[in-house]
């Protein structure tokens, strides 16, 4: 495999969002359309050489590395045989846009289940495995169309635990693989929404981990990839880094309102997790400081304000689907020229 020496490694980072992840796929979609308008339009496993992702960022990174047939002992990556990805974009759009509400199945006593969530999990997650297993079957981290680094938490060691597919080197010859499934699942497993992830490698060696959602530490994980691919590809010199948010809130957490609050209010879904939101908003923040400042790098950053959009990460309703397909059509305006830019750099 080449060293990435005289060419611009290009990577894809996805964020962590729900069923917000559904902005993302959208413009993902617009951007393979504007690629076959020029002439150019190819899987985006072939474009991109390491794709990043969190929670639902997760589950599209791994739907665009999904191969069609399995890899049967060869590597593209290193002159195999070419193999097709299984799944298009409207098909990962088709993930959340559709398929949503089994993830986050609707109920009449939504507010009752909000409370719920105070003392267990919000839902089974019966529904969720079922459309992974679905998805992904029996395919496998090591066989993906292109390196995968998805991002999870270990509540066991109090460790980031990164699942990763990447090439076959002598001191990464102990990477653990994982089903394609499990490792959507367990980069998911969002703490008060789901339970964590209890997986195994493959092959089973007895081994557990208990993981919980990447977004806990990474909900945007472009800095991790960056670093990561600088580790697969120690002799490139440029870098492209596109990095997809999933909206940002409109609005924040005033003194007035938070001045008196305790635990229960700092956790609460009906206040939009206000802990959860600022920690993820300033590690986003953060990640988008370093990867603009760094040499030899080229990033672009796609997300936009939900002005128009109230949707929670697990409101998978046709009423938040749309608005989320509004949100997606407006972010891609405000981002017309990073766009038409990535487009020639593809």
């Known amino acids: 495999m080449s060293d990435g020496s005289g060419r611009v490694v290009k990577i894809l980072s996805i964020d ?64 195999g045989p070419a193999r097709e990805p299984a799944l298009s974009m409207n098909d990962i759009v088709d993930f959340f846009a559709r398929r949503g509400h089994e993830i986050f199945p609707p109920s009449l006593g939504r507010k009752l289940r909000t409370t719920v969530q105070a003392f267990r999990h919000k839902y089974d997650g019966l529904g969720f495995e079922k459309v992974l297993a679905e998805t992904f079957g029996e395919a496998t981290l090591k066989d993906a169309l292109t390196n995968l680094l998805i991002t999870s938490f270990d509540s066991e060691s109090l460790e980031p635990c990164c699942l990763k597919n990447r090439p076959y080197r002598p001191e990464w010859a102990d990477d653990d693989n994982f089903y394609m499934r499990d490792a959507a699942r367990a980069s998911s497993a969002a703490p008060t929404f789901f339970s964590p992830g209890l997986i195994s490698p493959v092959p089973d060696n007895g081994t557990k981990f208990c993981l919980i959602d990447g977004s806990i530490f990474a909900n945007n994980p472009a800095l991790l990839a960056y670093i990561e691919a600088t580790k697969i590809f120690p002799e490139a010199e440029e870098f492209m880094v596109l990095s997809l948010g999933t909206g940002d809130d409109p609005y924040g957490f005033p003194y007035e309102e938070i001045a008196k609050w305790g635990f229960i209010e700092w956790i609460n879904p009906m206040k939009r997790l206000p802990l959860w939101s600022m920690m993820s908003a300033g590690q986003n923040a953060s990640v988008n400081h370093m990867l603009g400042r760094i040499a030899g790098v080229r990033y672009f950053r796609i997300s936009g304000t939900l002005e128009c959009c109230n949707a929670g990460m697990d409101d998978a309703s046709p009423a938040a689907v749309s608005d989320l397909r509004g949100a997606a059509e407006d972010i891609i305006r405000s981002h017309e020229a990073d766009i038409e830019s990535l487009v020639h750099m593809l």
């Open 16 to 79: 962590g969002g729900g069923i917000r992840g559904l902005i993302p796929a959208l413009v993902l979609r617009e951007i393979e359309r504007r690629l076959g308008e020029a002439g150019r339009a190819r899987p985006f496993a072939s474009i991109f050489d390491l794709i990043a992702g969190t929670s639902s960022g997760a589950l599209i990174a791994l739907g665009l590395a999904l191969p069609a047939t399995p890899a049967r002992g060869s590597d593209p990556r290193i002159g």
